[in-house]
T-cell receptor
């Protein structure tokens, strides 16, 4: 059963704590992406990776960090430096790192920080 | 700056009625345009994709049109169902860019 998975679906953390969101894909895609979605707003790009061991900042990378040690995995860490971390986080993957190819999205993780 | 504007922001219709959502873009160069459906609390799912040479594409009750000259697209939903209640997102690729441009989406609510 191919696809892209994110875990957990809901995550609660106290302010000041770092938290890591998981994203795994078995589609053999080279590129992976992290987006943030807030109510009434479009998807905003946090980080993307075109290939293993390489990643680039998106529009709102401050307060976030990523790693891409394996093709299948692209975890996102929300650090305590992120001033407003409560949001819905979406991971996506595509065959290659150009926008010619469709992005497939995971089910999302809703992070609540209090 | 590449931009994608969607209208209306929200729409409420009765079950069984048709509706049309609009997408205007200023992405250049243009490569492709996709419509995604996003159910509440879920990830977006692709409905249609159109390239420069295509002006219409259907997926069941969903029909997308593209006018590359005016840089406009529409998504027409026929005989709406309660399950059509979702956000519909227009996404435009510029060919060779690593990241497409996303619209903010139209929130559709279908009432029984």
């Amino acid at each position: 059963d191919g696809g892209i998975t994110q875990s957990p679906k809901y995550l609660f953390r106290k302010e000041g704590q770092n938290v890591t969101l998981s994203c795994e894909q078995n589609l053999n895609h080279d590129a992976m992406y992290w987006y943030r979605q807030d109510p009434g707003q479009g998807l905003r790009l946090i980080y993307y990776s075109q290939i293993v061991n390489d990643f680039q900042k998106g529009d709102i990378a401050e307060g976030y960090s990523v790693s891409r040690e394996k093709k299948e995995s692209f975890p996102l860490t929300v650090t305590s430096a992120q001033k407003n971390p409560t949001a819905f986080y979406l991971c996506a993957s595509s065959l290659t790192g150009t926008d010619t190819y469709e992005q497939y999205f995971g089910p999302g993780t809703r992070l609540t920080v209090t | 700056k590449n931009q994608v504007e969607q209208s209306p922001q929200s729409l409420i219709i009765l079950e069984g009625k048709n509706c049309t959502l609009q997408c205007n873009y200023t992405v250049s160069p243009f490569s492709n345009l996709r419509w995604y459906k996003q159910d509440t609390g879920r990830g977006p799912v692709s409905l249609t994709i159109m390239t420069f040479s295509e002006n219409t594409k259907s997926n069941g009750r969903y029909t997308a049109t593209l006018d590359a000259d005016t840089k406009q697209s529409s998504l027409h939903i026929t005989a709406s169902q309660l399950s059509d209640s979702a956000s519909y997102i227009c996404v435009v690729g510029s060919g060779g860019s690593y990241i497409p441009t996303f619209g903010r989406g139209t929130s559709l609510i279908v009432h029984p």
